[in-house]
Each structure stands twice: as C-alpha cells, then as structure tokens.
C-alpha cells in the first residue's frame, strides 16, 4: 500500500491518466460519428470553418489524408482509442487505490514515450512539446521515488511488526 505522503501525488497522476482515457475516448466517438459520412467534405468543411487556406502545406497534408479514410478504418482507429482509454483507466483506478502493479505500469508507460518525445521536440522545437516532455518526466520521475519510497517503508513496517528476537 501506498503510505499518506505519497497519496496525494499517486491520486495527481490517476487523474492525469483517467483525463487522458476521457479525451481519446472522446476522439474515438468522435471518429465514430464519422462512419457513413463524407469525411472529404467533413474536412474541407473544418478548414474552411478555420479560416484556413486549403491550398497550405498543413490544410492540404489534412484534406490529402482525409481522401484516403474509410469506414474500416474509422471503426480501427475507434478500436484502437477504446482499448488505449481502458488501459489508461485501470491504470487511474490502480494508481487511486494504491496498487503496486500500477504503480510500476505508470513508470514503464511514462518512461517509454520519454525518447520519442526528446526526438521529436529536437526535430521540431515548441513550447507545448517541452511540457508534455517536463510533464511525463515529473510523472517518471515521481512513479520511480514512490517505488522506492513505498519499498524502503514496507521494509521498515516489516521489521517493526515482526516479533522481537528470543533469547
């Protein structure tokens, strides 16, 4: 179990990790809503409704993409934001309700996006790509202190719950 001082910042990230389940949740729906519709038309409506050139580099990369989006694949990227939403929600109740297990997922989860995170804010630098990296990096960084923390207390609580030596 996790002891009081280390709640706290367990429950921090548990929210963190079900907010990120609600947003992809979110865009899978989302993605959904667009099965038997003309997602061509759905996007030139949206660059249009951006007031967006669509003859730009980005508008155009977008319009091109959207051409090439079929119901198949609407209902797999769906697929894929339902199953990435579950995990990220059992890790949130784990991490709320002081579950060991979670508690190393969300170090290894957190700790495998750091190196595609660093690439891509050296490929193309932003302010936005700095937090998200500062951000999973305190996540990291906090997940790898709670373990080790946690342990070294269980050790402790170990020893002075067991029965004194006998002479």
Known sequence: ??????????????????????????????????????????????????????????????????????????????????????????EAYGLWYERRWAEWFALASGAIYVPVEIYELFHHFTGLKVGILATNLGIVAYMAYALVHSTEQDRELAAAAAPPPSR
């Open 1 to 90: 179990m996790i002891r009081k001082p280390l709640l706290a910042g367990m429950r921090a990230v548990a929210v963190v990790e079900a907010a990120k389940a609600v947003l992809v949740l979110a865009a899978g729906f989302g993605l959904l809503a667009l099965i038997h519709r003309d997602v061509q038309a759905v996007a030139e409506q949206l660059v249009r409704h951006s007031h967006l050139n669509p003859a730009g580099k980005y508008p155009r990369i977008f319009l091109d993409a959207a051409q090439q989006v079929t119901d198949a694949r609407l209902w797999l990227f769906a697929s894929f934001a339902a199953i990435y939403s579950l995990v990220r929600a059992v």
